[in-house]
């Protein structure tokens, strides 16, 4: 299942550089027919910039298009609680974990690892819901526009030319 969010920004090192920044998320099941089928693996995009410089010196290094998991920590699905059992050191507690959803995981759009490129993560805290469209469910109209719209640099990542490859680069197996 790819997932994807459009923002009408990018931004590096918190300072808006482009217009127009597509977001996605690969989520990997073991078989879709299924009615509660098992995520299996998850990829999820990191914002790729032209790479920036100063005096011939390069700022940013290339990345991959989508960090990839073949496991998704507990602590990712809506739901899941941490619970702080006892004190074992200084500042260290031993956790135990409660299971929330198998199906619904926690994304957040942020700054990681650094403060240069922005990347979606999975998040240990539940946040507002966002309503699911599907490709068919788009007008024939708003199909075409995505198919069709210039957004410069970053493309939509589930139209009809990009979605093999989006689902390429994001193969984690």
Not at 9 to 33: Q, R, T
Not at 38 to 60: D, E, N
């Amino acid at each position: 299942m790819v997932f994807a969010w459009y923002f009408p920004k990018s931004f590096w090192s918190f300072e808006a550089v482009d217009c127009h920044y597509w977001a996605s998320m690969v989520l990997w099941l073991d078989n879709p027919a299924l009615s509660a089928p098992k995520i299996i693996g998850a990829s999820l995009q990191q914002q790729l910039l032209k790479k920036r410089g100063f005096l011939g010196f390069m700022f940013t290094e290339p990345r991959e298009p989508y960090f990839k998991q073949t496991s998704i920590d507990i602590m990712s699905y809506v739901g899941a609680q941490r619970i702080r059992l006892n004190p074992i050191g200084y500042r260290r507690w031993s956790y135990n974990f409660t299971p929330g959803s198998n199906v619904s995981t926690r994304v957040t759009h942020t700054y990681w690892n650094s403060f240069e490129y922005l990347a979606l993560h999975f998040s240990e805290t539940d946040g507002q819901f966002q309503d699911l469209i599907m490709w068919e469910q788009l007008t024939d109209e708003a199909r075409s526009a995505l198919n069709s719209a210039d957004f410069g640099e970053s493309k939509v990542p589930f139209n009809d030319e990009n979605i093999e490859e989006t689902l390429e680069l994001a193969w984690p197996f």
